[in-house]
């Protein structure tokens, strides 16, 4: 139980384009998701939390017109890098909080997507 | 000070060896605590979950939570060389999670 889906899980695109990833929750209902990214070598970084139904907090630093998520249901949340540059190169992780789980921080993270941009 | 310190490594060690890996951590807020691995290029994997302090064992996997020292670890026995990969604490308070850097494990046959 509890597996998180990513799609896809590696794209490359032109500069100025925008990309957009799903994070699914296959087993479980996630009320609450998290965004992430990771460099080389480095730890995860929080980017955004995205509550179903409501808007994402974002973290600070984070530019919420840049980095779009979308939470629409209890198993699917995305994310979308508008007008993406070559500095948004990066691995993209998400993870969910089951809905049963709320209260306990557990998470559970999703493959990840590799962003290329070129 | 970061909220979480972790040794970043990377450590090295032969099969066979116990491997200790440790967090110390500054916001005693902190109630849940986590390990999670991740081998390249994919995402972490939670290996191990801890409320409040104590110990808990799974197969080769021990955590240990010492709330008073604000310290946590990871042992593994008898290590593999499929254990290589980095290993990720993670704590939280009931929200966010905070992560340590992640060490690096190689286990060598």
């Known amino acids: 139980g509890a597996v998180v889906s990513q799609h896809p899980s590696r794209v490359i695109c032109k500069s100025g384009t925008s990309v957009k990833i799903e994070c699914r929750s296959l087993d479980f209902q996630a009320t609450t998701m998290f965004w992430y990214r990771q460099f080389p070598k480095q730890s995860l970084m929080l980017m955004a939390t995205?509550?179903?139904?409501?808007?994402?907090?974002?973290e600070q630093g984070v530019e919420k017109d840049k980095f779009l998520i979308n939470h629409a249901s209890l198993t699917l949340s995305t994310l979308t890098v508008t007008s993406a540059h070559p500095e948004d190169s990066s691995f993209y992780i998400c993870?969910?909080?089951?809905?049963?789980?709320?209260?306990?921080?557990?998470?559970?993270f999703g493959p990840g997507t590799r962003l290329t941009v070129l | 000070q970061k909220e979480v310190e972790q040794d970043p490594g990377p450590l090295s060690v032969p099969e066979g060896a116990i491997v200790s890996l440790n967090c110390t951590y500054s916001?005693?807020?902190?109630?849940?605590f986590m390990w999670y691995r991740q081998y390249s290029r994919k995402g972490p994997e939670l290996l191990m979950y801890?409320?409040?302090?104590g110990n808990k064992e799974d197969g080769r996997f021990t955590a240990q939570v010492d709330k008073s020292s604000k310290y946590i670890s990871l042992f593994i026995r008898d290590s593999q060389p499929s254990d290589s990969a980095t290993y990720l604490c993670a704590m939280s308070a009931g929200g966010k999670l905070i992560f340590g850097q992640g060490t690096e494990l190689s286990v060598k046959p």
């Open positions: 995205s509550n179903e139904g409501s808007k994402a907090t974002y």
């Open positions: 801890t409320y409040s302090s």
């Open positions: 993870s969910a909080r089951d809905r049963g789980l709320a209260g306990s921080g557990e998470q559970f």
């Open positions: 916001n005693s807020a902190f109630q849940y």
